[in-house]
């Protein structure tokens, strides 16, 4: 098993929880997820605490304002951000910790020089497969759809032309493959 935290990256839609949710029940005794904080409402089945901390625009505000986030972004109108917290309630575990982070936080973590986690971009196999898979969620209206599907071809864009040197790139079309690669790279 790999002892760098790990950065696992990708537009909405590309599979990147899925497949971390997967990799997470599989190795409980030896990975730790850093959750993150956000202002977006939850989606049907999501806890605070378990995918999110689920917080105010002002909560939110006041935390970035105090220096109290590691990295964070504004996307589609809500904030995102890993807190220092969250890190160091996964660093307390003593398991191999994983943050599920965009493009800015790829970006903010590269700049952390005590940091060297391995960085990792989930790709899904087409536009088309994206559109159906963020479509099929329910959860999007044509607005917020199209920012994500705008977001997916800039952080496409980020991830094939190297800038941010990604140690995998995994294109997700087909979850178990996928899953097999990602095990794979990590030696799990």
Do not use: W
């Amino acid at each position: 098993m790999r002892h760098q935290p790990i950065v696992i990256c990708g537009p909405s839609g590309s599979g990147k929880s899925t497949l971390l949710k997967r990799l997470l029940a599989e190795n409980k005794d030896k990975l730790a997820f850093t959750i993150s904080h956000t202002t977006r409402k939850p989606r049907k089945g999501e806890e605070n605490g378990r995918e999110y901390y689920f917080v105010t625009r002002e909560e939110m505000e006041s935390m970035i304002k105090n220096n109290e986030f590691i990295e964070h972004t504004d996307f589609s109108g809500n904030l995102y951000g890993t807190s220092k917290k969250a890190v160091q309630d996964a660093l307390k575990t003593g398991k191999l910790f994983i943050f599920e982070v965009d493009i800015e936080g790829v970006r903010a973590l590269r700049n952390i020089d005590f940091f060297k986690p391995l960085f990792i971009f989930i790709k899904p196999p087409s536009k088309q497969m994206l559109i159906e898979r963020l479509s099929s969620r329910g959860t999007e209206s044509k607005e917020t759809l199209k920012k994500r599907l705008e977001r997916a071809d800039e952080e496409m864009r980020f991830a094939e032309d190297g800038s941010l040197q990604f140690d995998k790139i995994l294109v997700n079309d087909d979850l178990d493959e996928t899953y097999a690669q990602l095990k794979e790279f990590l030696k799990l």
